[in-house]
């Protein structure tokens, strides 16, 4: 089997492309390199260009008519830079996917994977979401991304390809065998702060605490960006019984079925580091949200595919990576 993973030197795309090669699938990378990096596409097929780039997206199919399947991770993702700047933002991310579909039809590229994400919900009062929950976005970052989810079912329900979008939660972690990980050395999740507090000495804040949680702190669920890959590489092989007829499209939820709240992500830190960080209380940053965690029956139904992965084991090996980031990926000018 070939796949064509676009954004395929960003964390996650080039985190699938490793799943991949382990099992013998091998990959193709169509990449701007705006956030990814060459480094992560060195040892493969890499096509460095714009997704939205007609000529260069019809040479790799004639390249690589054997391509099976498109896995889509293109796309901008800083949710402050996005309210900066909407119009950016939508061009990035939805009209360059419209035009990266229409390339991809005109391939006769049947099989497509968008990532998606669960930012694009609306939490009930449980803070748990399913496939069905209602779509709420609440950034111009999750609104491209419910705008693309809704495009490629409507593009799918009438033209030869199916479409089967991966609502991600909260990737964290590197590959185990430290091939890849985050590119960016100060990463800005509550991991990342809590790193950034480790090597700098300083303490963790802990931003809201009168959320409707269990603790007061905004819950996430976080997943290890490897089971996120193994994820993929289910959804590849089982990609035709999930979407057996033309014209058809699905989405699947990848998270881990549980909710983390940041004081209990804190302790897991702590048990993980020496010394222990300390942390202090402050505000609600605007425009954060109380955060929300799947219900997973649906991935465990259809991809049958389950976690192998803890949060203790997600910040080990990002800790690890960020003490070898520097290593695999040296500064330079483009990447200060
Ligand atoms: N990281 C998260 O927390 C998260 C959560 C949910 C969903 N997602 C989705 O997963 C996907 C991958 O995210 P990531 O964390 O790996 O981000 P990333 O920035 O590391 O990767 C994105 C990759 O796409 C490339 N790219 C962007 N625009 C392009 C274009 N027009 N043409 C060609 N290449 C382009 C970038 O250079 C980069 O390599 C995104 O679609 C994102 O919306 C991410």
Redesign the pocket.
């Known amino acids: 089997m070939k796949v064509l993973i676009?954004?395929?030197?960003?964390?996650?795309?080039?985190t699938i492309a490793s799943a991949c090669s382990d099992v013998g699938i091998s990959s193709v990378i169509?990449?701007?390199?705006?956030?990814?990096?060459r480094e992560?596409a060195a040892r493969r097929e890499f096509y460095e260009?714009?997704?939205?780039d007609g000529p260069l997206v019809d040479r790799i199919f004639t390249e690589h008519p054997d391509i099976d399947v498109v896995i889509?991770?293109?796309?901008?993702?800083v949710v402050p830079d996005s309210v900066a700047d909407p119009v950016g933002y939508y061009r990035?991310?939805v009209v360059?996917s419209l035009e990266f579909v229409t390339h991809l039809l005109r391939n006769r590229c049947e099989r497509f994977i968008f990532?998606?994400?669960?930012?694009i919900y609306g939490a009930g009062a449980d803070l748990t979401v399913d496939e069905n929950s209602p779509i709420d976005p609440q950034s111009p970052?999750a609104r491209t991304?419910a705008v693309c989810e809704a495009m490629f079912a409507d593009i799918a329900a009438t033209r030869p390809i199916r479409v089967l979008s991966l609502?991600?939660?909260?990737?964290i972690g590197a590959d185990p065998k430290m091939r890849t990980g985050?590119?960016l050395p100060k990463p800005t999740?509550a991991l990342g702060k809590m790193m950034q507090a480790q090597e700098e000495g300083t303490s963790f804040q802990i931003t809201g605490t009168d959320y409707p949680t269990r603790d007061g702190t905004g819950i996430r669920d976080y997943i290890h960006v490897w089971d996120l890959a193994a994820a993929h590489v289910v959804a590849l092989t089982r990609f035709d019984a999930l979407l057996p007829r033309a014209s058809t499209s699905t989405v699947i939820n990848i998270g881990t079925g549980t909710g983390t709240t940041v004081r209990e992500l804190l302790d897991t830190f702590n048990s993980v580091v020496s010394p222990p960080i300390q942390a202090r209380d402050a505000a609600r940053r605007p425009g954060d949200v109380a955060g929300a965690y799947t219900r997973m029956n649906r991935a465990r139904q259809l991809l049958d595919w389950q976690p192998q992965y803890g949060i203790a084991d997600g910040i080990r090996h990002s800790l690890q990576w960020a003490s070898i980031r520097d290593e695999v990926l040296p500064h330079t000018a483009a990447h200060p």
Do not use: E, M, W
């Open positions: 676009a954004g395929g030197a960003g964390y996650i795309g080039s169509l990449d701007n390199l705006v956030t990814g990096r992560f260009g714009d997704i939205a889509h991770c293109a796309a901008l993702i990035a991310n360059k990532s998606s994400s669960a930012s970052y991304k609502r991600y939660f909260n990737p985050l590119q999740h």
